[in-house]
């Protein structure tokens, strides 16, 4: 049994992921990097998953590392470049894990959603709101980079260059409303309406073609990047053609011409 996340499956297909601290609002310590990593590895080998719900236990979604009880592992800032590389990469392969899933994510971000938190929350495919959440990339407040865990990658290209550079260099706390009016997240929902928002979602995602909504997933993580209109259309046009001969896909075709 893992001792800071818990598992269910509301329906077949879907798994909701729990970050299970809610006492220290879901703060990543050494146990939760490992268990989370762990996670992560058996959604990737389990094809009865086709869609994942993460979100956090109690009032929060996840405050980032916890500075105060991280476990053994924490390293001090006279502690040798080489280790204290190895461990920001450790915490950086968290949200990498996420982003790699061949199942779509959706964060269901149910409150703070702070530093490392963030860069989980933006590693997602989907992310959908509480208007009680709030968000903030908190690093530069503690005199680091506010660059962190791929939020630099990640929150330009979903909120635009100018919003995340006013985010990051500030690390001021954004509220549910901005969030939404920026376009972080796609839905902002009450608190009690959350999780079931995020499991139908999930629901209705995991009752398609799984082998569709990877390649969806796939052309929008990479023509994200792509260096031009038509380079998307290859990969587009290729993915088209793999599911357009698959069994389920020659099924669903009938159903849908009655």
Known sequence: MAETL?????YDGVTVLRLNRPERLNAINETMLGE???AC??????????????????RGFCSGIDMRDFGPGMLAADDPAIDR???????AALPLAIENLPQPVIAAVNGPCVGGGLALCLAADIRIASSAA?????????????????????????????????????????????ADRRGLVSRLVAPEQLLDTAIETA??????APLGVQMTKRALQTNTDAASLPAAMELENRNQVLTHATDEAAGRRRNWEG
């Open 6 to 10: 818990t598992s269910q499956t509301p």
């Open 36 to 38: 989370l990593r762990d």
């Open 41 to 58: 590895a058996g959604l990737r080998a389990d094809p009865s998953v086709r869609a994942v719900v993460l979100t956090g236990a109690g």
């Open 85 to 91: 590389l190895r461990f920001q990469e450790a915490m």
């Open 134 to 178: 709030t968000f903030g990339n908190a690093a530069i407040l503690l005199g680091l980079s506010g660059a962190e865990m791929g939020m630099s990658y990640h929150l330009p290209r979903i909120v635009g260059t100018s919003v995340a550079a006013d985010w990051m260099l500030t690390g001021r706390t954004v509220d549910a409303q901005e």
């Open 203 to 208: 629901r209705a995602i995991a009752q398609l």
